[in-house]
């Protein structure tokens, strides 16, 4: 009897998960195995400003049940780091030293929040919500009515801010080139939409660079943001929503060519003949315009897992889709992106 293809899968996000059920229904005998870093099973992190209305429970956000994996015949294996891919041996280390092989190696791990280089040795005091608990950490700390900062403030920062604002909350906005991203806009509209904000009462400093954060003032609010020309920036909480940077340090080693993100054709392999990449981690080659282009957000995250993992069973598609990109303001005043849209 054959030995049945190990595929493996890095991430169990929107791509990693998509690309682990399409797997599974076009085939019922190969191993599948789903290696992640995160504590839960594969759950929307678009929900996750939901925690503030209620949804604190981590089994209320699950798509599928835990039990949905072993239905499947899923590995999936959790709190569970890759920190080196060996593409020549074909050959994943994890954090605790465990060597994984595999035949074909799907990676989806996916971006994380950028932080402005002149503050990641602020990090530490400031808030993430990639995650369930970093969302549950941000709930936390909030005092009822208290105000949280947000630096750049991208579609994931706005569509908090806007549940924030919808729940009790302040929101303090300091605005940056990465305001609406992935949306790129001109200043004109930029200002436009921040007007809608204003008008729901978010405080905006606009374009005014942070050059510090500090906790623990004794006679303010918790935290402190310093600008370049001096202001202070009162608040409870401090987050960065300036776009992602892509999870790509433990595939150095891969034998891939990497860029911002890992470069893929627009079939999403890798130059690795045995390595593909879905989702927010990949850039896909854009035969037009004759360079790689990060394609962000949910739905389009979702079809790159479900292509790449048919490909990795000998298909040949193209990741060829158009999802519209606008943003705007609604008949009713009110901010409409097309990122939003779940
Ligand atoms: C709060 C929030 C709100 C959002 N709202 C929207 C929205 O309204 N619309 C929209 O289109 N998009 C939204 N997004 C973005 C959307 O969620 C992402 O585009 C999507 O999750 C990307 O999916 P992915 O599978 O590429 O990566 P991710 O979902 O980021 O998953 C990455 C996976 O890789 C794993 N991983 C990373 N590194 C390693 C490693 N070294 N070892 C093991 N595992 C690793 C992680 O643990 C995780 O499982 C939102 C995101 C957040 C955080």
Known sequence: MSTPIHNVIIGSGSAGFGAARTLRKSDDKCRIT????????????????????????????????????????????????????????????????????YDRLLVCAGGRGYIPENLTSYAGLMHG??????????????????????????????????????????VTLITNGQTFWPHEISQEEQARLLEVLAAKGVTIFKDSRP???????????????????????????????CGLASSVEFMLGADVD??????????LRTSNETIWAAGDVCQIWHDQEKAYRFYHGWKNVRVMGELASRNMQGAHEIFDVDIEDTIGIGPDGQLRSTFWTH
């Open 258 to 267: 990497i860029e911002r993100g890992l470069l893929v054709n627009p079939e």
């Open 34 to 101: 789903m290696i992640t870093m995160d504590s839960l099973p594969f759950y929307h992190r678009y929900d996750l400003p939901q925690v503030f209305r209620g949804k604190q429970d981590w089994r209320d956000l699950l798509d599928v049940p835990p039990a949905y994996y072993d239905e499947m015949d899923i590995k999936l294996r959790r709190c569970s780091r890759v920190v080196d891919v060996e593409g020549a041996a074909q050959k994943i280390t994890l954090a605790h030293q465990e060597a994984v092989g």
């Open 211 to 241: 050059v510090g954060v500090s906790r623990d003032n004794a006679q303010h609010a918790a935290s402190c943001v310093t600008l370049e020309d001096g202001t202070e920036v009162f608040g409870d909480v401090v987050m960065s929503f």
């Open 129 to 170: 919500f990639g995650s369930f608990e970093a969302a549950m950490r941000v709930y936390r700390d909030l005092p009822a009515g208290g105000t949280a900062i947000m630096i750049g403030g991208d579609m994931v920062g706005i569509d908090l801010a806007l549940t924030l604002l919808d729940t009790g909350y302040k």
